[in-house]
């Protein structure tokens, strides 16, 4: 069973914008940031966008403007509404959940989704 499950990647043309979304297993109690990973061949994992319990978010400079991220507490389910996309935003993009623990925290991730940007 896997605990995150994203959808929306795909190919797009420079310009034009994809949705993506993961939902998080209800397996997966006391959940506080959920959040987008991106890694492009080659480089390395970088955060894109993250958003915690109370809806306060944090933006890569590099997609600040242009990206959008929000949540759904109730469905488990995070969603990164990407507009203007370029062709430097070609990457894996993964899903990140951090839950609470009685000590600390922990972090889960989804398999990946492609997004692929075409000039």
């Known amino acids: 069973q896997e605990l995150l499950v994203e959808s929306g990647g795909g190919l797009v043309q420079a310009g034009g914008s994809l949705r993506l979304s993961c939902a998080a297993s209800?397996?997966?109690?006391?959940?506080?940031?959920m959040g987008w990973y991106r890694q492009a061949p080659g480089k390395q994992r970088e955060l894109v966008a993250n958003?915690?319990?109370?809806?306060?978010?944090n933006y890569a400079d590099s997609v600040k403007g242009r990206f959008t991220i929000s949540r759904d507490n109730a469905k488990n389910t995070v969603y990164l509404q990407m507009n203007s996309l370029k062709t430097e935003d070609t990457a894996v993009y993964y899903c990140?959940?951090?839950?609470?623990?009685?000590?600390?925290?922990?972090?889960?991730w989804g398999q990946g989704t492609q997004v692929t940007v075409s000039s």
């Open positions: 958003i915690n319990s109370g809806g306060s978010t």
């Open positions: 209800r397996s997966i109690y006391y959940i506080n940031a």
């Open positions: 990140n959940v951090v839950a609470r623990r009685t000590v600390g925290e922990y972090a889960y």
